[in-house]
């Protein structure tokens, strides 16, 4: 108990705080020497009234000035962080009205504060040293007065830590704009994520599949085995491509950007693999979004159906008109379930969903289609 209660004199905290409230004293200086300058000239009266208001006025304005400023709420809240151990978001570019009105009430309170401080120590310390030199009665006096003072300067320091995120947080409207930003943060890497894992899937999928034809016919067939160790290269380049792309996105911070292959890339899908094309409109007309979005379709289905049908034709049909991309990928049903399983169509429909557009996928005849319709 003995320890607890001298703890705040000797804990770090207290001066810390102590000192931020004595910050407070420092700035409210020059408005007193103004103040007290003024109400002496207005107190002699030698000026005439024609000068003294306006100054007055002038003086007041500047005063005022700074507690609504958008710097001052920066650097209070860096004194708060650094000072009073409170950890506070950075305000925004555009401080709205109520954010400025809490942030001058926290200023005012601050220099008054600070002020009662700043005269509570400068008279404190020499009211102590002159009750404990001089003999008598008044020695105990003296000896609690200067444990008495730290004690209320550290309450003071420990109310403005409580009061800090009152007066000093985000408004509600600024709480929700930085959850509406965190949250198309987290939708971007996500669609990162799910790019990359479409891209690295589609390249082990091809990989393996042209290595193990490539394997059984070597020896009998050079140019197949030639064909598969090119397109190995070709999709193995590329998905380093997409890999360097994304991690540079990342590391650059621009996630929201557009970016990646898209409808006029779509051949590369087929290089050296039993995938046929065919495609009509103008490809290049489609947006980004919707033609990259469109592109990781057409790679996941594809991906798919060489999973379930290694070797196996697959049909992949690209129409744009009337301002929709149609796409079609169909292949061979075999036993063993659904190409891509159920994780690969809820990605594919996630994808669908963004655009407004509808996905069907299932068995049509005894083949596997994936059928989408994407609006722009």
């Known amino acids: ?49 024609a000068v003294v208001v306006p100054l007055i006025l002038t003086a007041a304005a500047i005063g005022l000035v700074p507690p609504f400023l958008h710097g001052t709420r920066t650097l209070e809240i860096v004194a708060v962080r650094g000072l009073l151990g409170v950890d506070l978001p950075d305000p925004p570019g555009r401080i709205e009205r109520e954010a400025r009105l809490r ?21 404190a310390l020499p ?26 300067i550290a309450g003071l320091g ?9 007066l000093l947080g985000p408004s509600g409207a600024e709480r929700i704009a930085a959850l509406e930003a965190e949250t198309l943060l987290l939708a971007a890497r996500n669609r990162l994520a799910r790019e990359l894992h479409d891209s690295v899937g589609h390249a082990l999928t091809v990989t393996v599949l042209q290595a193990g034809a490539a394997g059984r016919l070597l020896g009998r067939d050079e140019a197949f085995v030639r064909r598969a160790l090119t397109s190995i290269e070709e999709t193995g380049r590329a ?3 997409d890999l360097d792309r994304v991690l540079g996105v990342l590391r650059d911070g621009e996630l929201t950007r557009t970016h990646g292959p898209g409808l006029t890339d779509v051949d590369q899908l087929t ?53 929709r991309v149609t796409l079609e990928v169909g292949n061979a049903l075999r036993d063993g379930g659904e190409p891509g399983g159920s994780r690969g169509l809820t990605g594919m429909r996630e994808r669908v969903t963004l655009l407004g557009g509808v996905l069907d996928a299932g068995p049509y005849g ?9 609006p722009w």
């Open 239 to 241: 998905a380093m491509e």
């Open 158 to 166: 420990a109310l403005a830590a409580v009061m800090a995120p009152v």
């Open 271 to 323: 290089s050296g693999l039993p995938v046929t094309l065919e495609a009509s409109g103008p490809l290049h007309e489609v947006p980004a979004a919707v033609s990259r979005e469109a592109y990781r379709l057409a790679q996941e289905a594809v991906t798919n159906a060489l999973r379930h049908d290694p070797g196996g034709p697959v049909e992949l049909r690209l129409a744009v008109a009337a301002r």
């Open 103 to 123: 942030t001058a009430l926290w200023f005012g309170v601050h220099l008054a504060v600070g002020a009662v401080v700043g005269s509570a120590l400068f008279l």
């Open 366 to 374: 005894d083949r596997w289609r994936v059928r989408a319709e994407l």
């Open 127 to 152: 009211a102590a040293a002159v009750l404990v030199t001089r003999p008598g009665r008044l020695i105990p006096l003296g000896l609690i007065l200067l444990p008495a003072t730290v004690y209320a």
């Open 1 to 49: 108990m003995a320890v607890r209660l001298l703890r705040p004199l000797v804990a770090a905290t207290t001066y810390r705080r102590g000192t931020y409230l004595l910050l407070g004293g420092v700035v409210v200086m020059p408005y007193a020497l103004v103040t007290v300058g003024l109400a002496r000239v207005v107190r002699e009266g030698s000026t005439p009234a």
